[in-house]
């Protein structure tokens, strides 16, 4: 699956608060069907189910897809979450209630809620395997889940895939290049 950076993702105030792959995207779409939403052409937001009954004429005209054997599905490249959070200009290290507000509590490895004293801070790159206390490095975990992770790095899911948790990214970067047209009435002013 795609791993380019082309998603931009919203706060529940519509303002952008980083910018994601793919495969995160859907696979936070899916986990939170009820919290988070694909922004349709229209500038509806749209559950994955109705997002993926769109016809062609309703997406995006350059509209990326994935495909599986049978099927392909459009890709969202507008995320709005409910995620209360701002965009800060510093880049600061979250603490773990920064973390469980970003995250609304849902542990980024097993998707599930849990309350504020089971989860944990998550190094996704083990700082024994160099990984840095930094907000690119960081997201939130349930202590089930942090501690069979332990310090394995790559992680595997049940499933096989590479784990691949969103991070907690105040200070994202938007490249010029990678700009989707209908990103722009989003990030006006916002800082390359
Ligand atoms: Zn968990």
Redesign the pocket.
């Given at each position: 699956m795609n791993k380019e950076r082309t998603v931009l993702v919203l706060n529940r105030s519509w303002m952008p608060i980083g910018i994601t792959d793919t495969r995160n995207a859907i696979k936070r779409i899916c986990r939170n069907t009820k919290g988070v939403r694909s922004i349709a052409p229209s500038g509806a937001p749209l559950s994955w189910d109705d997002w993926i009954s769109l016809g062609e004429d309703e997406l995006y005209e350059d509209q990326p897809y994935i495909y599986s054997a049978r099927d392909r599905f459009p890709i969202p490249t507008i995320l709005l979450t409910e995620s209360k959070m701002f965009k800060k200009s510093s880049n600061k290290i979250p603490t773990l209630r920064d973390l469980c507000d970003y995250f609304d509590n849902k542990?980024q490895?097993?998707g599930?809620g849990h309350r504020y004293k089971e989860l944990t801070i998550d190094h996704i790159i083990p700082t024994s395997k160099g990984g840095v206390n930094r907000s690119e490095n960081l997201t939130l975990?349930?202590k089930?889940?942090n501690n069979s992770k332990s310090d394995i790095y790559p992680f595997f899911s049940e499933d096989g895939s590479q784990l691949q948790p969103f991070t907690y990214d105040t200070h994202f970067r938007i490249n010029k290049n990678n700009v989707r047209k209908e990103w722009k009435p989003f990030i006006i002013g916002h800082n390359e």
């Open positions: 542990c490895i097993c599930k975990a349930c089930k889940c």
